[in-house]
């Protein structure tokens, strides 16, 4: 069972930049899926990005698709998100989700692993 922790998170100004990491416990991290989820208080759990077992196909949210990034370094075992002109309404925790031999999909239920979740805060 594959164990994922995410970092990276922080305060920052509008307009700023984070890079979230994904680091996975396993080796045969290359073979998972792996999606990005945001939740923002009072709000359900919204997809942000995702990219397949392979790191062929990435997709992503409307909302963040030209400002976000993500990537992976299988020989690190971690998929990262990169976050540019960050605006205060990207301000969630963000989790990141794995699946093993996944496709890069934007449904939460096909995750089978979840990170703790890492604080964004966008001040404005």
């Known amino acids: 069972q594959v164990q994922l922790a995410e970092s990276g998170g922080g305060l920052v100004q509008a307009g700023g930049s984070l890079r979230l990491s994904c680091g996975a416990s396993e080796s045969a991290f290359s073979s998972y899926a792996v999606g990005w989820f945001r939740q923002a208080p009072g709000k359900e759990r919204e997809f942000v990005a995702a990219?397949?077992?392979?790191?062929?196909?990435?997709y992503y949210a409307d909302s963040v698709e030209g400002r976000f990034t993500i990537s992976r370094v299988n020989a690190k075992n971690t998929v990262y998100l990169q976050m540019n002109s960050l605006k205060p309404e990207d301000t969630a925790v963000y989790y990141c989700?794995?699946?093993?031999?996944?496709?890069?999909?934007?449904?939460?239920?096909?995750?089978?692993?979840w990170g703790q979740g890492t604080q964004v805060t966008v001040s404005p």
């Open positions: 989700a794995a699946e093993r031999f996944g496709a890069a999909s934007k449904s939460s239920n096909v995750y089978d692993y």
């Open positions: 990219i397949n077992w392979g790191g062929g196909s990435t």
